[in-house]
């Protein structure tokens, strides 16, 4: 057996390498085993997949393995993406299963394991599934999927058509229809192909929305870089706004009527601001500890509370499990809002954001325009840098040991240490420094009045790493 790992979010591998039919077997043998010995659920899997190579047939395989353990399994009968598989679960009271690989390369497949709240496994529930890979059993009788069919004991559910009409309920699709706005949609050949299409009709132009599972060479992570093509397409067929999809459909970009970029950052805030002022809901503002300050003064002065977590949405998560709020996201794209899920979903965000620009008569690029007039500007960037872990390691020392005072000219004011090292300036803005704990990669990223200088502050220190 070769080593499994699960991350955050369950399990990613490379294809024929790690990722194979018989460590798929390790896996859901020990996700039935939780299962059964905590009685998480009477009600069985709820088993999605994505587009990505051989991936309804791995989906086949795990499914006839949960079969064999006696769990009840329900299936998708078509490429599902993520949410939807985790609102199922929530419905069905089910344990949910992903085939997916998300936002990483094309030869990567993965297992993501949603809970029965609807959302990522908890850290505590990941850990009793690893705990059981060692209780392999390689003489269970596995029968043949199209046998488990027959015999009843695996379900197949149109499952992608149960989601969409959930969002049907919970968005305003008559006025976005009526309003007869143009929509760019490019789901990055992953699982949220045809899905707005199939919601919105002739209002959406769809841009890599077939199964291409080399992702045209572009892995499907919806950050700008990847999206030049998209970014062009938007005015090309004039459309007004455009939603940009990861892999799986979790997470999400958005475009305004000119192609330009609007980050999750200013998605979150236009979020909260739509939510509090024109729905009239509240509830504590969550963002992990990259994410925009915008966001804190919005907090002052809608009166709302406001929390800071770690980065990773599993914080996220646990926080609108068990508390009230009103929306939730971190800057890689992985938003939530309340009335939804606790969990990340592109697509319904990115219906949520339509909808808004659609009931304020104005456009996209005017709306984040008046979040600016309002509050200030703030302009975001990011590095990952590739560098050798002795480097990365020293780095990291010098920013605990606060040894970073100056930032492109600019006197570091204070530190704030909640998931790597933050340096802030007197004028606000900030710079942080955080360690990949997967591969020799050091992120830095800051906040700072315009695009040039939070581009400058990332670049000096970027600088700086080469120089240990």
């Known amino acids: 057996m070769n080593t499994i790992s699960f991350g955050t979010d369950g399990w990613r591998a490379i294809i024929a390498k790690d990722y194979t039919f018989d460590n798929l ?15 998480v659920t009477k009600n069985g899997v709820v088993i999605g997949y994505d587009a990505r190579f ?49 936002h990483n390369p094309p030869n990567y497949n993965g297992y993501k394991l949603k809970a029965p709240f609807g959302g990522s496994a908890t850290p505590d529930q990941i850990e009793a599934v690893e705990q059981r890979l060692s209780d392999f059993d390689d003489s269970l009788n596995v029968l043949r999927f199209d046998e488990c069919l027959k015999l009843g004991l695996i379900r197949e559910m149109t499952l992608t058509e149960q989601y969409l009409n959930v969002l049907r309920e919970r968005i305003d699709i ?33 841009l890599h929305g077939e199964v291409n599972p080399s992702f045209k060479g572009i892995p499907p992570e919806p950050i700008e870089k990847n999206l030049d093509e998209f970014s062009e397409f938007i005015p090309e067929n004039n459309c007004q706004i455009g939603i940009a999809n990861d892999g799986d459909a979790d997470r999400i970009a958005l475009f305004d009527e000119t192609g330009s970029f609007v980050d999750s950052h200013r998605i979150l805030s236009l ?52 508390g009230d709020v009103i929306a939730g996201g971190e800057e890689s794209g992985g ?50 840098l590739h560098t050798e872990e002795s480097k990365k390691q020293a780095m990291i020392e010098h920013c605990k040991q606060k040894k970073l005072t100056e930032i492109n000219g600019k006197k570091v004011a204070d530190w704030q240490f909640t998931d790597g090292i933050k340096q802030i300036m007197d004028d606000g803005s900030w710079l942080l ?15 700072a009045p315009t695009a040039k200088q939070a581009k400058a502050m990332v670049e000096d220190v970027s600088e700086m790493v080469d120089q240990f």
């Not at 503002?285 to 009166?303: G, R, W």
């Not at 420094?433 to 906040?447: C, H, K, N």
């Open 174 to 206: 008559d006025a976005i229809t009526n309003s007869g706005i143009r929509i760019g949609h490019d789901p990055m050949f992953g699982s949220g192909m045809g899905a707005i299409k199939k919601l919105l009709g002739d209002q959406v132009y769809e």
């Open 433 to 447: 420094v955080r360690a990949s704990g997967t591969e020799p990669v050091l992120r830095i990223y800051a906040e």
């Open 335 to 384: 938003l939530s809002v309340k009335g939804h899920l606790p969990e990340r979903d592109g697509l319904y965000i990115g219906l949520l954001m339509t909808e808004m620009v659609v009931k304020s008569g104005k456009k996209l690029s005017e709306l984040v325009q008046e979040l600016f007039d309002e509050f200030g500007e703030h302009a975001y960037y990011r590095n990952d």
């Open 54 to 102: 051989m991936g309804r047939e791995f989906a086949e395989h795990v499914a006839s393995v949960f079969a064999a353990m006696e769990i009840p399994v329900r299936i998708s009968s078509a490429i599902s993406p993520t949410p939807a598989v985790s609102w199922a679960a929530l419905h069905y009271d089910a344990v949910g299963v992903v085939i997916t690989a998300s």
């Open 271 to 322: 979020l909260v601001k739509y939510l509090h002022k024109e729905k009239g809901l509240s509830g504590t503002i969550v963002k992990t500890f990259s994410t925009t300050d915008m966001l804190n003064k919005q907090a002052e002065k809608y009166d709302l509370p406001i929390e800071v977590t770690p980065i990773g949405f599993k914080y996220i998560a646990e926080l609108i499990v068990n």
């Open 25 to 39: 077997s390790v896996v859901a043998q020990a996700t039935a085993r939780w299962i059964l010995d905590e009685k």
